[in-house]
């Protein structure tokens, strides 16, 4: 069974409730970002999953210098903390740089590294020396085994408290697969495993200058990974997807979020304590 991770007031693993990491895939604007969180919050509350609330200060890793990035870390930061004291939940968002580490680490419950910078060491240890949670996403281009490195770097900087996230691998130009065997492999190791069911329906670069997406199998991945087993599902969730500024094609509306999660919860309750076994 994968180690407990506690993360504010809920822990995620060690057979706690599945929980759910949701919200729009980049800070938009104040008013856009706290009426999604509103929305999010209260479907949650209905679901009564534990929850995480997400959404990038930044997004460095875009198809196109014009592409919409986001607020910036200081007021995305201060923006981030007003979701958290408001509406009292937990928080994450993604850093890129060494730089961003500490001020981020005042503010978010988990620290989130993108999947192209899982290799990168010093990134990784300085997040693991802020203590707080840190949700390694795997990279495109990595095998599941090959998430062992990621985590050793993290155990040698004194810290055991590691998410993993499964978001897809490249499979040729422009598409992106998911190998279910890799949530296995990886909560094998120990650690708690999340799907990011949104990132894997992702099609990077499809747009020509951005990325584009496959909605319409959000639900059926998702569906699928909790039948695998699993700790936490991802998407990205927002109130008019085909409006937003990033990722649109793949994210979610807040209704379809809920449907989704009944169906994974129902999933997951019905694998019980099985879901922590492989053969």
Known sequence: MPLKININKISLGGGNPLALIAGPCVIESEAKLM?????????VERLKVPFVFKSSFDKANRSSSASFRGPGLKEGLRLLRKVKDTFGVPVV????????????????????IPAFLCRQTDLLQA?????????????QFMAPW???????????????NIILTE???????????????SLV????????VIFDATHSVQLPGGAGTASSGQRQFVAPLARAA??????????????????ALCDGP???????????????????????DSKSLSM
Do not use: W
């Not at 580490?101 to 978010?108: H, I, M, N, Q, R």
């Not at 090959?146 to 055991?160: H, L, P, R």
């Not at 492999?185 to 708690?192: A, E, Q, S, V």
């Open 185 to 192: 492999i990886m909560r094998d190791m120990g650690y708690p």
């Open 146 to 160: 090959d998430m062992k490195n990621a985590i050793t770097k993290i155990n040698e900087a004194g810290s055991d």
């Open 250 to 272: 793949n994210m979610v509306d807040v209704p379809q979020m809920v449907e989704i999660m009944g169906q994974v919860l129902a999933i997951d309750r019905a694998l019980g």
């Open 93 to 112: 968002s993604d850093v890129h740089s060494i730089e961003q580490v500490a001020p981020a680490a005042e503010v978010l419950d988990i620290i989130q």
């Open 127 to 139: 997040a693991a020396k802020t203590g707080l949670p840190v949700n390694v996403k795997k990279g």
């Open 167 to 181: 978001r897809g691998a490249s499979f040729g130009y422009n598409n992106l697969v998911v190998d279910y065997r």
């Open 226 to 243: 909790a039948a695998v087993g699993i700790d936490g599902i991802f998407m990205e969730v927002h109130p008019c997807p085909d409006e």
């Open 35 to 43: 009426a999604a969180a509103e929305e999010i919050t209260k479907a």
